[in-house]
């Protein structure tokens, strides 16, 4: 079902406002880590650490989420399709992979803000080059994704190809 302009831009927005946001929190984890491993002062090697877990819950998962969701009612609402382009299957396949390693990296983060609340603990058990890594290699992901958003190269999957002629036929007398 195509949705009508009002709603497809109310979705577009959505849409670009959340995976905005998501980018912009992942260079702010980047940030964070950059800190986390050069700072001298251990007291803000560990704060950076300690605020990485309860962020990543506030902040990076709910804006994955958010802009997986208005990216699939936004593909499925427009004349793009899910399945249709390859640029928008692979976006689809790239947030799906980001959001899952974050998923499954929200069990290190609180593994790295336990070590950090530890005065006890030596800092060099606690820099850890992890989320520096993880936010890297996310922030090129997203950037990807945002090429593939803005540039839209061509190429239909075997269904969209499918669709197009199911298409013509009907519309054809």
Do not use: C
């Amino acid at each position: 079902m195509i949705m009508p302009p009002r709603l497809r831009k109310f979705a577009l927005t959505a849409h670009v406002t959340t995976t905005v946001g998501w980018l912009g929190a992942v260079v702010v984890f980047l940030a964070l880590a950059i800190v986390g491993l050069t700072s001298p002062d251990a007291q803000t090697v560990r704060g950076a650490y300690l605020v990485m877990e309860p962020t990543a819950w506030l902040v990076l998962v709910p804006l994955a989420f958010a802009s997986l969701l208005t990216g699939i009612v936004q593909a499925l609402g427009t004349t793009w399709g899910l399945f249709r382009h390859y640029w928008v299957l692979f976006k689809l396949l790239m947030a799906l992979f980001i959001t899952i390693v974050l998923l499954i990296y929200m069990e290190t983060f609180s593994v790295m803000a336990d070590v950090a609340v530890d005065p006890s603990a030596d800092l060099a058990l606690v820099r850890n080059a992890s989320p520096m890594l993880h936010a890297a290699l996310a922030l090129l992901v997203l950037l990807v994704a945002t090429v593939l958003a803005v540039y839209k190269p061509r190429g239909m999957t075997r269904y969209g190809w499918r669709k197009q002629h199911e298409q013509r036929a009907v519309s054809q007398p």
